[in-house]
């Protein structure tokens, strides 16, 4: 048969080859037609097959427990120097020496300005004068009156005479007293003379120069001293927080925290050391709306100067009940309520609405809706759907780790991160 369809091929043209495969393709259909009907027979079993029940799709959980949250907060604040000292002078006169470096560190006590001492020192030495006038009097007064007495006694004098020489006596004693205390204040005025540091920090600018005159209390100040270590730390904070706080304090399960502060600088790096919280304002500010809460920061190399802006932040309160979640557990609904997928019995899940206001580092803190031993799905949450079954795993079990690239790819069939 086929060396009569070559020579057909070859002489008769193309209707007879049409005619050929016509032959040969009836006799090709009759032995195709067994096979046909298997393979639509394994294809309909492959149908029904693909029609049953789909696997329950792998999600990685995680067991959440109650652990102790601190409530940290950041808000505002500005630096204050911790003591603050404006230097006057105390008596009056034109100054003679400044005796300090402008901008240098002064110690209490370490002498400032020189003020003209001549006056003070001329009125101290003549109440030194006066002081021994008086004690000249009061003697011979003494000595007059211890010689009336025994003639008094004996009625040689009057004793009226001897009443007179006692008073004068007495009189010369308080002469010396009110002369010593003249003599006193003229060395305290003198003393005065010399403005010294009233206490230990940074001296600014001189506010005069030498030759200015200068009064006893006057407005002006010589120079100003802050005492900038330890510095203080003004925190504004709203009192509507401040009353959110005190409610939650009064839930159960929220405790205080201790008062240590953090601070973030204006060009936001972190300053390195720690502080604590002094006080607190007991009254609101009306113009602000807001409480100053004070605290002390050590400040050895003086880099916090007074009046810097600054970021505090610290925890106010610890919350003993609160939930962390991973990120990738929790979702937000279309109104902005924050939801998790839980599995619940028999590997069923269900989704929950949770109370997740903000987050500490990965986490987020969930306050309610959850309960202790709760399974939370943080890995495959695109994949369940309320009240589906699922084949839980905890998260991040070797099953769930995705190979990297060009390392056994596709071998790995855990649950993968929604």
């Not at 009064?250 to 925290?257: D, E, F, K, L, T």
């Not at 390195?272 to 002094?278: A, S």
């Not at 929790?330 to 839980?342: K, S, Y």
Request: hydrophobic fraction near 40%; glycine fraction near 8%; charge should be positive.
């Amino acid at each position: 048969m086929n060396r009569l369809t070559v020579e057909h091929f070859r002489g008769k043209g193309v209707a007879r080859c049409n005619a050929t495969i016509r032959e040969g393709g009836t006799l090709m259909l009759r032995a195709m037609v067994p096979c046909a009907a298997l393979l639509l027979a394994s294809c309909g079993s492959a149908g029904d097959k693909n029609k049953g029940d789909k696997p329950a799709p792998e999600v990685g959980y995680v067991v959440v427990q109650p652990s102790s949250v601190p409530l940290v907060t950041e808000l505002p604040a500005r630096t204050n120097a911790y003591q603050v000292s404006e230097v006057r002078p105390q008596v009056s006169g034109v100054i003679q020496k400044r005796m300090f470096t402008e901008g240098s560190l002064v110690r209490a006590g370490q002498p400032l300005y020189q003020i003209d001492p001549s006056l003070y020192r001329a009125s101290a030495a003549q109440a030194s004068a006066n002081v021994a006038a008086a004690q000249a009097t009061e003697a011979a007064a003494r000595v007059k009156a211890d010689r009336y007495k025994p003639l008094a006694d004996m009625e040689a004098v009057s004793k009226q005479d001897y009443t007179d020489a006692l008073s004068q006596a007495r009189q010369a004693q308080a002469s010396i007293a009110q002369n010593k205390a003249a003599l006193q204040t003229a060395q305290i005025n003198l003393r005065f003379t010399t403005v010294p540091a009233p206490i230990t920090g940074r001296i600014g600018r001189s506010n005069v120069t030498v030759g200015a005159l200068v009064t006893a209390n006057q407005a002006d100040s010589l120079a100003t001293i802050n005492q900038l270590d330890p510095i203080f730390v003004d925190i504004s904070q709203s009192s509507s927080d401040l009353l959110a706080l005190r409610r939650s304090l009064a839930q159960q399960g929220v405790v205080p925290a201790s008062a240590d502060v953090r601070l973030k600088l204006e060009d936001g790096s972190d300053y390195g050391l720690t502080g604590k919280v002094e006080f607190s304002e007991a009254v609101v500010d009306p113009n602000t709306g807001s409480v100053t809460l004070r605290a002390r920061f050590p400040n050895p190399q003086g880099l916090l100067l007074p009046g810097m802006f600054v970021r505090a932040t610290f925890a106010q309160a610890i919350n003993t009940q609160a939930f962390l979640v991973p990120q990738a557990g929790v979702t937000r609904d279309t109104q902005g309520n924050a939801t998790v997928w839980v599995v619940g019995a028999d590997n069923v899940v269900v989704q929950r609405k949770v109370k997740a206001d903000r987050t500490v580092g990965d986490n987020w803190v969930v306050t309610a809706g959850l309960n202790a031993g709760d399974r939370v799905v943080t890995q495959g949450t695109g994949k369940v759907q309320p009240n589906m079954k699922v084949k839980a795993v905890p998260a991040d079990t070797p099953q769930n780790v995705v190979p990297p690239k060009g390392k056994g790819q596709g071998q790995g069939n855990g649950a993968s991160k929604g």
